[in-house]
Each structure stands twice: as structure tokens, then as C-alpha cells.
């Protein structure tokens, strides 16, 4: 049973780095994004990550310290990060949805750039 417990525990502080890590991974992206519906989307992405991470951390928490006030703050926790993954993903399939005509749009506006430059060049 304690191999059980040390397991889960491990699995959890795992999953709290790796989520923690991607969020930031897709935060960078969103900043370094020049698009509107891109970044939209990337974001949507890292607070999926942020709303597991939190899942994690409040099982681990729940896991880990068998109080009141463990379970209490634990269990929000779980609430508030499953409710963030499931309205972020939602937002996700919106945004990419819309990334199609995003990049149609992105190419008709560097052809115009394009044509403009080369009318200056006359």
C-alpha cells in the first residue's frame, strides 16, 4: 500500500512540473505571437495547462495532508481548474476554428505590403 502511495505522490509532483512547465511554454508563445486569433488560441492552450496544473496540485494536496482544510482548499482547487480546462478548451476549438482564415487574411496582407513596397521602389 505504501508503494501505492509513494507512487501516486511522485506521479503527482510530476504532472504539477510538467503542467507548470507548459503553461509557461505556451505563454512565451502567445507573447511572441505578432497574430491576434494565434495568440488567442495559444492562450486558450496555456490555461488549459494552468487549469490541470491546479487539478494536480489540489489532489496532491488532498493526497498528501489529511485535514479539514486540506480537503476543503484541495477540492477547490480540483473544482476551479477541472471548470477552467473544460471553458478553455472550449475556447480552444473556437480559436482554431478561425486559425484558417486568420492565415488568409495574414497572406493577403503581406501580398499587399508587398505591392506597396514595390510601388515606392518606382
Given at each position: 500500500?505504501?508503494?501505492?502511495?509513494?507512487?501516486?505522490?511522485?506521479?503527482?509532483?510530476?504532472?504539477?512540473?510538467?503542467?507548470?512547465?507548459?503553461?509557461?511554454?505556451?505563454?512565451?508563445?502567445?507573447?511572441r505571437t505578432?497574430?491576434?486569433?494565434?495568440?488567442?488560441?495559444?492562450?486558450?492552450?496555456?490555461r488549459i495547462?494552468?487549469?490541470?496544473?491546479?487539478?494536480?496540485?489540489?489532489?496532491?494536496?488532498?493526497?498528501?495532508?489529511?485535514?479539514?482544510?486540506?480537503?476543503?482548499i484541495g477540492?477547490?482547487?480540483?473544482?476551479?481548474?477541472?471548470?477552467?480546462?473544460?471553458?478553455?478548451?472550449?475556447?480552444?476549438?473556437?480559436?482554431?476554428?478561425?486559425?484558417?482564415?486568420?492565415?488568409?487574411?495574414?497572406?493577403?496582407?503581406?501580398?499587399?505590403?508587398?505591392?506597396?513596397?514595390?510601388?515606392?521602389?518606382?
Open positions: 500500500m505504501e508503494f501505492l502511495f509513494t507512487f501516486a505522490v511522485s506521479f503527482l509532483v510530476t504532472a504539477i512540473v510538467a503542467t507548470f512547465i507548459l503553461f509557461v511554454v505556451f505563454k512565451v508563445r502567445k507573447i505578432v497574430r491576434d486569433v494565434r495568440g488567442a488560441y495559444y492562450n486558450s492552450i496555456a495547462w494552468l487549469g490541470l496544473f491546479l487539478v494536480a496540485f489540489g489532489l496532491n494536496t488532498m493526497l498528501q495532508f489529511h485535514t479539514l482544510v486540506a480537503y476543503i477540492g477547490i482547487f480540483v473544482l476551479f481548474g477541472g471548470y477552467q480546462a473544460y471553458h478553455f478548451n472550449q475556447a480552444r476549438k473556437y480559436f482554431k476554428g478561425n486559425l484558417p482564415i486568420e492565415e488568409q487574411a495574414w497572406k493577403e496582407f503581406e501580398a499587399m505590403k508587398a505591392n506597396k513596397a514595390k510601388r515606392k521602389k518606382r
